[in-house]
């Protein structure tokens, strides 16, 4: 089955910092979507973004899916921000990589 | 608009013990699913289903058991509790097939402990 890798799996930034965060992936996939834990445990969809570019507020997101990878991006970072990121690809189910924790310090 | 709704929020069985976790959407959703968080993890799929009627294993169903008899609910049950299954648990829902693009749709999670 299709393998997702996420990196970096720990991340730690001063708030107001920018930050990328990528989603690697082992074979052609007709969804991926972003989807932020919050501290509280509560999964949050971000981004349906098999291929392209979208953004939403300070987070953008692109897919470029004949390389097989995404990148998720946080400007201007915020305590808010903080929790676990995963990106999710679809085989014949979602399939989760093992997230990115973010901490974001006041 | 509830969305999806688990219950209970938390639970503690000792090993051996049987329960049911439940699971409702109230969105018309026809795709539903089970997975299991652990620490340190991504989530892993228990079982899914395509409709009422369906249903379907998932990467890591042994344990458990799924039906699905409403559009509605989609309740998980353990038969035979072990300390492997202490996890938090999440049920999603989507209208349609993942693959097919639409964003799913998570409940809070169930934590549970066996002991």
């Known amino acids: 089955g299709i393998q997702v890798e996420q990196s970096p799996p720990d991340l730690i930034l001063q708030e107001g910092a920018n930050s990328t965060l990528r989603c690697n992936f082992s074979?052609?996939?007709?969804?991926l979507q972003w989807f932020h834990q919050n501290p509280w445990g509560q999964l949050i969809n971000l981004f349906y973004?098999?291929?392209g570019t979208k953004q939403n507020g300070r987070l953008s997101a692109t897919t470029v899916a004949t390389e097989r990878y995404s990148l998720l991006y946080i400007s201007s970072s915020q305590t808010t921000d903080s929790g676990v990121y995963f990106c999710?690809?679809?085989?014949?189910?979602?399939?989760f990589g093992p997230g990115t924790r973010l901490s974001v310090l006041p | 608009n509830a969305g999806v709704t688990q219950t209970p929020k938390f639970q503690v069985l000792k090993t051996g013990q049987s329960m049911t976790l439940q699971c409702a959407q109230d969105m018309n959703h026809e795709y539903m699913s089970w997975y299991r968080q652990d620490p340190g993890m991504g989530l892993r799929l228990i079982h899914y289903s395509v409709g009422a009627g369906i249903t379907d294993q998932g990467e890591v169903p042994n344990g458990y058991n799924v039906s699905r008899s409403t559009t509605e609910d989609f309740p998980l049950r353990l038969l035979s509790a072990a300390p492997s299954q202490t996890s938090v648990y999440f049920c999603?829902?989507?209208?349609?097939?993942?693959?097919?693009?639409?964003?799913?749709?998570f409940g809070d999670g169930t934590r549970l402990s066996i002991l």
């Open positions: 999603a829902s989507s209208y349609s097939l993942p693959g097919v693009g639409q964003p799913q749709h």
């Open positions: 999710a690809v679809v085989d014949q189910n979602f399939v």
């Open positions: 973004i098999p291929s």
């Open positions: 074979d052609s996939v007709n969804n």
